[in-house]
């Protein structure tokens, strides 16, 4: 059972939010083929509940880090969707001042750490984060997301072995959408319940119906609870699935549409809005309203990113060393 009780108000909150991960990522895509935004693209699209259950739980200062398939973290976390949408066109007003692209968003203030486009990087950083806020004797945990290819870096097992040992308030998320790029998750690893690569280290690790945001909401409320009360990590591996390929480049030859609907009848948006209906908590008003407001808020990101300006290209000698007037060679 959760401590956080579940209700109204967070089916709606989950909807909503859910609802302006799949229309901004469906915008980014269009923008993406009429070359509005250029490099990688990774969309998120399918995979919302995994967001929107962790964030009926977490609070404010709680962090996160996360791979390269970014988007949806950073709006989650409370990034705007005007600076998400700036950064994805490289433009001076994204949230990482346009040098950071589709796969490296960032906000210190909203303690949202990345965005890391080499696979697996981000585990041991968000270990660290997780240290600091030890040390500091802070009640805040950070959660440190990854995708099923992650777990077969050598750095995972190094961190898993450190968090345990020092019992650091991190929540290590595996999002298992089944293909590490173009390979299924059967061909890359003798271990397929990728939850159990956390029990050799002592860290209670489950595996998670990825597609529902309450059963993600539960697992993650207890393994915050653990974090904060000092007890260490938890290893959670929430099954879901990508409607797109692993980029905007991926041909999704490995896979069949008999698969991909199979996964579509299981649609997160859809079932919570079943939920919402069954329950009476809302009705088709509402519904008509909350597109409306979605579809303006994400038009409006557009019209801010084509409306704003380009970097700088003194910005290439800014955010790199802390001294700020280093001593650059510039001729």
């Not at 209906?277 to 088709?284: L, N, S």
Request: hydrophobic residues 35%.
């Amino acid at each position: 059972m959760s401590s956080i009780e579940i209700n109204k108000d967070t089916y709606l909150m989950w909807y909503e939010q859910m609802l302006l991960m799949r229309k901004f990522e469906e915008k980014a895509g269009q923008l993406y083929g009429q070359q509005k935004i250029r490099g990688f693209c990774h969309l998120y699209i399918g995979q919302e509940a995994v967001l929107a259950g962790a964030m009926s739980v977490i609070k404010q200062e709680d962090s996160m880090i996360t791979a390269y398939r970014d988007h949806a973290h950073a709006l989650a976390k409370g990034v705007t969707p005007n600076a998400v949408m700036a950064e994805l066109y490289g433009k001076a007003t994204g949230c990482s001042k346009g040098k950071g692209g589709s796969m490296h968003m960032f906000d210190k203030e909203k303690h949202f750490y990345g965005g890391h486009g080499i696979v697996g990087g981000q585990v041991p950083l968000g270990a660290g984060i997780a240290f600091a806020e030890k040390y500091k004797g802070t009640e805040f945990v950070n959660i440190a997301y990854m995708g099923d290819g992650a777990v077969r870096q050598g750095a995972l097992t190094e961190t898993f072995n450190m968090a345990a040992l020092w019992k650091l308030p991190v929540i290590f998320v595996c999002e298992n959408n089944g293909y590490a790029m173009g390979t299924s998750v059967e061909r890359t690893t003798i271990q397929t319940d990728i939850y159990k690569l956390g029990l050799p280290y002592g860290i209670p690790s489950q595996a998670v119906d990825g597609m529902d945001p309450a059963a993600v909401h539960v697992a993650m409320d207890e393994a915050v609870q653990r974090a904060r009360s000092g007890e260490g990590p938890t290893f959670l591996e929430m099954r879901t699935y990508r409607y797109k390929g692993h980029s905007m480049s991926d041909p999704q030859k490995y896979r069949t549409k008999e698969e991909l609907e199979s996964y579509k009848a299981k649609d997160p948006i859809e079932i919570t809005k079943q939920v919402i209906v069954k329950e009476g908590y809302a009705d088709e008003k509402w519904f008509e309203e909350i597109d409306a407001k979605i579809k303006a808020i994400v038009e409006e990101s557009v019209k801010f990113s084509e409306e704003s300006p380009w970097p700088e290209a003194s910005e290439l000698y800014t955010d790199v060393y802390v001294q700020a007037d280093y001593p650059y060679i510039r001729d």
